[in-house]
């Protein structure tokens, strides 16, 4: 039987379909936001992987590749500011603006 990591085939869509790879992006802020850093940075993850690479990511956020493979990795804690960096490297390259918006509790 032939199984297959996910993460691979997330990576491959995010590779073929830009919408896809938009609609990633946005899931992963919001499940940011909504208390679930460690599956938000493992789809980050995926998204630069899929995307721009560690390499070029690198180079557009001034963090050392091996320092962002590790903040996004499962036990990865990366910094506000570095996080934010990394958001804005991706948005630019995917031409995505976000947007945060607080809700009113219900």
Same mark, same amino acid.
């Given at each position: 039987m032939l199984t297959r990591d996910s993460s691979l085939t997330i990576v491959e869509r995010i590779r073929r379909d830009p &919408? /896809? @790879?938009?609609?990633?992006? #946005?899931?992963? @802020? #919001? %499940? /940011?936001?909504?208390?679930?850093?460690?599956? @938000? &940075?493992?789809?980050? &993850?995926? %998204?630069?992987?899929? #995307?721009l690479g560690f390499e070029v990511l690198s180079e557009l956020t001034g963090i050392p590749a091996k320092s962002l493979h590790r903040m996004l990795s499962s036990r990865g804690n990366p910094a506000m500011d570095n996080l934010a960096a990394i958001f804005e490297a991706i948005t630019g390259h995917l031409k995505v603006e976000m947007e945060a918006r607080a809700r009113k509790a219900a």
């Open positions: &919408r /896809f @790879a938009k609609g990633v992006l #946005t899931e992963a @802020a #919001t %499940i /940011f936001l909504g208390g679930e850093p460690e599956v @938000a &940075r493992l789809m980050l &993850r995926d %998204i630069v992987n899929g #995307t």
